[in-house]
């Protein structure tokens, strides 16, 4: 191996640490907090719907109820592909629309203070008409919590696939709505350095190789 050859093998190792990174989080990952201490006691339950020709996928995950308890799952309503066929508020929920346009996970609960997720979203764009992730959560009626949706579907909140960076829309003061904290990545030049040190080294060993 010539000089030449390893100086080469330094500037694509250093290219690929620098450029190759990626971060910590999908596309769209946020965490969501329902305030459900109005909702009293009985049988509530929550629809999750993923809907669209998009081949993506809405997993929640971290679900915790606020000290409210986890109820059947209903299967008359729960429809589609990908989702979750066990007790989903307790296990986590997967939703994924790359067959079936309509996509829905719907389960009773008894409601606690709040009902929280972690929602991670591919972002598959497709247009004009993107995919939608939305969440509806009906009282011990039967009524849907009212929202200001303007579709009149008194969804607590959408998320329109329509880029790498999609908006939430909320529209309940009971939703808020945060992104996590990414976990930290080694520098660019961190990994740089370790590059060209590495280098260093193996140049030094041929040398020695060759005097």
């Known amino acids: 191996m010539t000089t030449k050859t390893l100086f080469r093998m330094a500037v694509t190792l250093a290219t690929l640490l620098v450029f190759g990174q990626r971060g910590a989080f999908a596309a769209s990952v946020e965490d969501v907090t329902v305030n459900t201490s ?29 000290g ?18 066990g007790n989903g508020l307790t ?21 606690g203070s709040s009902l929280t997720f972690v929602l991670d979203l591919t972002t598959n764009v497709v247009s004009p008409n993107p995919d939608q992730f939305s969440f509806v959560i009906l009282d011990p009626n039967g009524n849907a919590i009212p929202t200001s949706d303007p579709t009149g579907f008194d969804n607590l909140m959408t998320i329109n696939l329509d880029s790498t960076t999609p908006t939430t829309n909320i529209y309940s003061d009971l939703v808020s709505v945060t992104s996590p904290t990414a976990a930290p990545e080694p520098s660019a030049l961190f990994l740089l350095a ?12 041929f040398r020695a190789r060759c005097a």
């Not at 049988?43 to 971290?62: I, P, R, Y």
């Open 38 to 66: 109005s909702l009293g006691a009985g049988s509530s339950e929550v629809f999750f719907f993923l809907t669209g020709t998009g081949g993506n996928t809405a997993t929640l995950s971290g679900i915790l109820l606020g």
């Open 194 to 205: 370790s590059g060209l040190l590495a280098f260093s080294i193996a140049h030094k060993r």
């Open 91 to 111: 296990s986590g929920v997967s939703l994924n629309d790359t067959t079936n346009f309509l996509n829905v996970f719907a389960q009773s609960f008894g409601a």
């Open 68 to 85: 409210g308890s986890a109820g059947a799952v209903d299967l008359t309503n729960t429809t589609g592909t990908g989702t979750d066929p």
